[in-house]
């Protein structure tokens, strides 16, 4: 059977292998490893180009050169949402309350959000699904927020949509509510896999060292 997979890269990233040895992860082996019996025939990558931030100036170099990585694989395709951020104001918690005050004390912090992935993978899933261009479509998110537009694939149109819950195994077992599948994902997609697990994930690593068009790169060291 042949497969598309659509992956939202930031939900990859802090489910699977944030504060973990595993960042420089092939997508391409994992899918590969997780459907052994499929042709995987285009991956997109949804994400967003970070910024640097007084704590972690070199985030953005790290990123550059892991979508580096990414454009050594003919398959992969990364389409780009944006960042917003902002100053706001929110209650602290625990609540803290101060006299003749009404309401808990607020502090103020960097509100950061990604924009458009979302909605770029439900348009690109929906749209590549009505050419009929592949036997099934795999997703790898637990975000909840697709769940229409996979319902949409599936029902309207009768296609076979797979949900790969990113969340590493183990930490199912320590925390099962917080990283189960989305319960909004479960109703309306054809199968789940939740088989993603350290073990996997060191399997699916790039070489340490790499080339493309303009030369010779590596891993950033930090990782």
């Known amino acids: 059977?042949?497969?598309?997979?659509?992956?939202?890269?930031?939900?990859?990233?802090?489910?699977?292998?944030?504060?973990?040895?595993?960042?420089?992860?092939?997508p391409l082996q994992l899918c590969a490893k997780l459907f052994p019996t499929k042709a995987i025939v285009n991956i997109k990558y949804f994400s967003a180009r970070v910024k640097a931030l007084p704590h972690d100036a070199g985030a953005p170099t790290r990123q550059d050169v892991y979508w580096r990585a990414l454009r050594t694989i003919p398959q992969i395709e990364i389409i780009e949402g944006h960042f917003v951020a902002w100053p706001k104001l929110l209650p602290q918690y625990p609540f803290a309350y101060l006299p003749n005050k009404i309401g808990p004390q607020k502090v103020q912090i960097h509100k950061a959000?990604?924009?458009?992935?979302?909605v770029n993978l439900a348009s690109y899933l929906i749209y590549d699904n009505c050419k009929t261009l592949a036997d099934e479509s795999i997703v790898i998110s637990n975000d909840s927020d697709l769940a229409h537009a996979i319902e949409i694939v599936t029902t309207k149109l009768k296609r076979q949509v797979t949900i790969v819950n990113p969340n590493r195994t183990y930490r199912l077992k320590e925390d099962p509510k917080g990283c189960s599948l989305s319960t909004d994902l479960k109703k309306v997609a054809t199968r789940m896999v939740i088989s993603v697990n350290d073990n996997l994930l060191a399997s699916s690593q790039f070489p340490v060292t790499l080339t493309d068009a303009k030369g010779t790169f590596s891993k950033p060291p930090t990782w």
Not at 3 to 14: E, H, M, Q, S, T
Not at 113 to 118: I, P
């Open 113 to 118: 959000e990604e924009k458009g992935s979302d």
């Open 1 to 26: 059977m042949v497969a598309n997979v659509y992956i939202d890269g930031f939900n990859l990233y802090y489910c699977a292998v944030y504060n973990t040895k595993y960042k420089w992860l092939d």
